[in-house]
């Protein structure tokens, strides 16, 4: 499993825009990029996934270089309740037979009023 | 997520009990997979399942076992529970025919072990 690596905090306001990056320089050719959301007490929820250029959906934007050394994950104008811990992993498809997740400890992203 | 149920949700038990935590699923899937998570750190993969019967380790199955008897059921057991065991216990699924969107998680059992 590639091994990424992403700040360990950040605070932002509501109505603004949160970008976390996420480095991962070994990843392999073959591996997906995928972010997850978790709140205090809770499981991690789904939030995007992509492979390459830009994913776009209801929730966020995940960007990604041509080198796929790093990521993007953007939230669009932040609410007090997307103040959650966010996970940042690479790795192969679900649908793969060596599909495994490994979490780090993630960027706590801090929303205040 | 109310498709993955895990039974207890809370639960204290002493040092050297044997304690099951229970999973269930609704979703259909066919991968299965146990979590812990200590205070301020990520999730950590005790054991995986992809299928009624297949059991793989993950990165710290020590003082764990595991039984998936049907498709809608993931059980974890602490043989001997220790102080250290302490933690967030998470229940998830996938299906190994869909490409995105990963895993589902339960809601979390919350295991003390004094």
């Known amino acids: 499993l590639a091994k990424t690596t992403q700040p360990i905090s950040m605070d932002s306001y509501e109505g603004q825009e949160v970008n976390i990056t996420c480095s991962h320089n070994?990843?392999?050719?073959?591996?997906?990029i995928t972010w997850y959301q978790q709140f205090p007490s809770q499981g991690p929820r789904f939030i995007i996934q992509?492979?390459?250029t830009k994913v776009t959906n209801e929730v966020a934007s995940l960007f990604i270089p041509a080198d796929r050394k790093s990521s993007t994950l953007s939230l669009p104008r932040v609410s007090l309740s997307d103040t959650a811990v966010y996970y940042c992993?690479?790795?192969?498809?679900?649908?793969?037979?060596?599909?495994?997740?490994?979490f780090g400890a993630g960027t706590t992203v801090t929303v205040r009023a | 997520d109310a498709d993955v149920t895990q039974t207890p949700r809370n639960r204290i038990t002493k040092t050297g009990k044997r304690i099951m935590l229970e999973c269930s699923q609704t979703?259909?899937?066919?991968?299965m997979y146990w979590y812990r998570q200590d205070p301020g750190l990520g999730l950590r993969l005790i054991y995986y399942?992809?299928?009624?019967?297949?059991?793989n380790k993950g990165e710290i199955s020590d003082g764990y076992s595991v039984s998936r008897q049907a498709q809608a059921k993931f059980s974890l057991s602490l043989e001997s529970a220790i102080p250290n065991q302490t933690a967030l216990y998470f229940c998830?699924?996938?299906?190994?025919?869909?490409?995105?969107?990963?895993?589902?998680f339960g809601p979390g059992t919350r295991l003390t072990v004094l």
């Open positions: 070994n990843i392999a050719t073959n591996d997906y």
């Open positions: 992993l690479v790795g192969v498809l679900p649908s793969s037979n060596d599909y495994k997740l490994s």
């Open positions: 992509g492979y390459k």
């Open positions: 998830a699924t996938s299906d190994g025919r869909a490409a995105y969107h990963g895993q589902f």
């Open positions: 979703k259909g899937h066919d991968r």
């Open positions: 399942s992809f299928d009624v019967k297949d059991i």
